[in-house]
Structures are given as structure tokens and as C-alpha cells.
């Protein structure tokens, strides 16, 4: 007999796996065993986020606030005051509301490793900001589509082995009346599988991180001295480019993170995403070994 939890893991963990047939495999399962609340995020995840407040923090991206200038085309915008600045890092900060498929078409069709979002009824505002009248949009890496495709695969996987351990298996797509009732004690939050952990303390110090389960303990100096030996072997590998580009703006991403003392699960999917591409990329050992490092000090 098949189980079709030991599908949805067996596919979640196959990086070549359509994310959109995943979770249409999952809506299957969680529709059967009744568990309403996961599977309302399955379908924000396939239809788009209607409601803004809905859309989980994994989503959320950082861009870089360009303006038009007519003689240099597409430029960087620098704050005027203190408060702009303010108001610029709100701007900066998106959260993504479309389907994981067009997330997908938009990684798909994006040119020189970034892709653009662009003002219209704000461009008044922000050249009241900048003090330059002109229009303006926000320029983001894609490496953020690929880190929010990866978290919802993980999310699925996760999810799966939760049910897996709780004897829940659905041979043959059927679910006994026993595997529906224990699947109403798997968590249906998606906070659950992703993570909702705050980070408190001085940021020069040793932090102590509130998890759902566990308090974890990470240094920010070993962290900060790690990202540095990265940054150097980075620079120091020959590969393409585009790639290096790439790693190294995920790189500066993740300090940003560490500074704004960010969900430490966010900067583990990061330090992810980053590990893929250097693999990707062909780096070489030793510089995919100190990403592994990195992360093991977030543990």
C-alpha cells in the first residue's frame, strides 16, 4: 500500500518538485483529515493573499528605493533627513500577496538576477521625501523569491513529518477515523513550521532567543566574525559573476537581518538560500562549509 504522507515528504525534500503540485498535494491531505486552518494557508500560498495582515513574515523582502533622473536613468535614493529615511525603510519593506506561481513566473522572467516594483500613487510622497520630483520604484534581489519558495517547501515538509510521527499515514489517500482524530493535535499555525521567535538583549552581546519550543543562545560577535570570513572567501572564489553578485547581496541581506534583530529562523532560510546558490555556483568547499557554520551557530 501507499502512503501518501511519505509522497508529500519524498517530494518535499526533491528540490526538482513543482512547489505548486506540493501543495496541491497537501490541500488533498489536509481537506481529508479536516484541518481547515493549514489548509486556508495551502490556498493563500496557490490563489494569492487577499488580506495584507495574512501574508506570513517569510514574505516579507527589502528593496533598494530607486528615482528616475533624466540624465543617469534608473539611481539610488539617499534620505534628506532623518525622519525621510525613516519613511524610506518603510517603502523598502514589502510583503509579497501574489500566488507562489506568479512568485515563481516573476523569478522565471527576471533579468540580471533583480526584479522591480514600481510607484504610482506614491511618488508624490516620496519626492516630498527625497526633495526630487520624479517617479520612483524599489529594485529587489531574486534570491527572495527563491528563499520564499524553499520555506514554504519547508513548511510542507515539516508539516508531513508531524503527521508521520503521530501514525498518520493515508494508505491509498484514505484516512481512518483514528489518523482524523489524531491529526486534530498536529498545530494547523503556520507560525508552527516557520517559526515565530523574537530576539531580545543588546545586539554586541549574546542574545537569548524566545523560540516556540526552546530558548537558543547565539553570539552576535562570532556571528558578525563568521560573515566576514564569508564575504572574504566569497570574494576570493572564481566563479561566474553573476553568482558572486548574487551571494554577496544575499550576504550584506543577512547582516541587515542580524542588525534589525530579525526573526533568527528568517536568517537561517538566508544563510539557506545562500548555501544553494554558492552549491549552485560550484564554490568551493571550504566557503559552503563556513555558510554550514554559520548556520550551526543560529542553533
Known amino acids: 500500500m501507499n502512503s501518501i504522507i511519505l509522497e508529500l515528504e519524498s517530494q518535499a525534500i526533491n528540490p526538482n518538485c513543482d512547489i505548486v503540485t506540493l501543495l496541491r498535494k497537501a490541500h488533498v491531505i489536509a481537506s481529508k483529515l479536516n484541518l481547515n486552518e493549514f489548509d486556508t494557508w495551502i490556498m493563500w500560498e496557490l490563489n494569492g493573499y487577499t488580506n495584507y495582515d495574512d501574508v506570513p ?7 533598494e528605493l530607486e528615482g528616475w533622473n533624466p540624465s543617469l536613468g534608473w539611481i539610488s535614493v539617499i534620505p534628506i533627513s532623518e525622519k525621510a529615511a525613516v519613511t524610506q525603510n518603510k517603502f523598502c519593506t514589502q510583503r509579497l500577496h501574489q500566488s507562489i506561481s506568479e512568485l515563481i513566473e516573476l523569478y522565471n ?5 533583480h526584479f522591480v516594483i514600481s510607484f504610482t ?3 508624490d510622497y516620496l519626492s516630498k521625501c527625497t526633495n526630487f520630483s520624479t517617479k520612483y520604484r524599489l529594485r529587489f534581489s531574486t534570491h527572495f523569491l527563491k528563499s520564499i519558495v524553499e520555506k514554504v ?3 510542507i515538509l515539516e508539516w508531513a513529518l508531524k503527521l508521520e510521527k503521530k501514525g498518520i499515514l493515508g494508505e491509498n489517500m484514505i484516512f481512518n477515523d483514528n489518523e482524523k482524530e489524531n491529526a486534530t493535535a498536529i498545530p494547523q499555525t503556520i507560525n508552527n513550521y516557520y517559526g515565530s521567535n523574537i530576539i531580545n ?3 554586541s552581546e549574546s542574545e537569548l532567543v524566545n523560540g516556540n519550543e526552546n530558548n537558543v543562545t547565539f553570539n552576535n560577535t562570532e556571528i558578525h566574525d563568521t560573515i566576514k570570513e564569508i564575504k572574504t572567501a566569497i570574494e576570493s572564489e572564481q566563479i561566474d559573476n553573476q553568482y558572486k553578485e548574487s551571494a554577496l547581496e544575499i550576504l550584506s541581506d543577512i547582516n541587515s537581518k542580524i542588525i534589525k534583530k530579525s526573526n533568527p529562523t528568517v536568517i537561517e532560510s538566508f544563510f539557506s538560500t545562500l548555501k544553494t546558490l554558492l552549491t549552485t555556483a560550484s564554490a568551493t568547499n571550504g566557503t559552503i562549509l563556513l555558510v554550514q557554520k554559520a548556520i550551526g551557530l543560529l542553533k
Open 109 to 113: 522572467n527576471s533579468k540580471d538576477n
Open 153 to 155: 517547501r519547508n513548511c
Open 57 to 63: 513574515e517569510y514574505r516579507e523582502i527589502y528593496g
Open 121 to 123: 500613487n506614491a511618488s
Open 201 to 203: 538583549g543588546d545586539i
